[in-house]
């Protein structure tokens, strides 16, 4: 099975960078998304890493280390569109692509 | 785009009744799952499906049922609602093929309140 970690909340200030880290347990891993959800709304796929290292796109970034288990998500230049829940997720390794998500960081950008 | 869309964005049922929950999405993707989301517990597997008339138990499968007769749809049942099956249910689809992240799309949801 998957146990996935994250902050609960966090406050960050518009234009400024926010990391938000995840940390994971898995009995397989076959790639870590990051997903974003506006209250009331559905997930939106963010970025994928399979691999160490960092991806970026955009004002969004996020890294990878398998062997720490661990992920983060950077956000650059704030935005307050940017308030929103972020989900770390997990996929297995086996065949039939279960993704396990964590409970995801609320993060809160003030003016 | 990709479209995933649900049978209904609010839903209210008595304890007891049989529920349907439908989805329905456009791009012919083979992988098919259905959640439920919760304060605090975040989003929870139910169900998934990979091809047709095939099915995965997720983390949570007690009191649903499920059944994918054409490649596009995908319904949730809920046999007798309790209570405690209040929730959002979120559907997704995905691709299956090797070697690509193959993210998830989502539907809207269903707020489903049991009384």
């Known amino acids: 099975g998957q146990n996935i970690d994250q902050p609960t909340e966090m406050t960050a200030t518009e234009g400024a960078i926010v990391q938000i880290n995840c940390t994971y347990q898995t009995s397989g891993f076959n790639g870590l998304f990051w997903y974003q959800q506006h209250a009331g709304e559905a997930p939106t796929f963010l970025s994928y890493n399979v691999l160490d290292g960092l991806e970026e796109k955009g004002r969004f970034s996020s890294f990878l280390s398998r062997s720490k288990g661990y992920s983060y998500l950077l956000l650059k230049e704030l935005q307050m569109k940017d308030s929103a829940s972020y989900l770390c997720a997990v996929r297995d390794s086996g065949g039939y692509q279960k993704v396990t998500f964590g409970t995801g960081t609320k993060l809160q950008v003030i003016p | 785009d990709v479209k995933v869309t649900q049978s209904s964005r609010y839903l209210v049922k008595r304890t007891g009744e049989k529920v349907f929950l439908e989805c329905v999405q456009d791009m012919d993707h083979e992988n098919m799952f259905w959640y439920r989301q919760d304060p605090g517990l975040g989003l929870r597997l139910i169900y998934f499906?990979?091809?047709?008339?095939?099915?995965e138990k997720g983390d949570i499968p007690e009191g649903y049922s499920v059944s994918r007769e054409k490649k596009e749809r995908f319904s949730l049942i809920l046999e007798s609602a309790s209570t405690n099956q209040t929730s959002m249910y979120l559907c997704?689809?995905?691709?299956?093929?090797?070697?690509?992240?193959?993210?998830?799309?989502f539907g809207p949801g269903t707020r489903l309140t049991v009384t």
């Open positions: 499906s990979y091809d047709v008339k095939m099915k």
């Open positions: 997704a689809s995905s691709w299956t093929l090797a070697g690509g992240p193959y993210e998830q799309y």
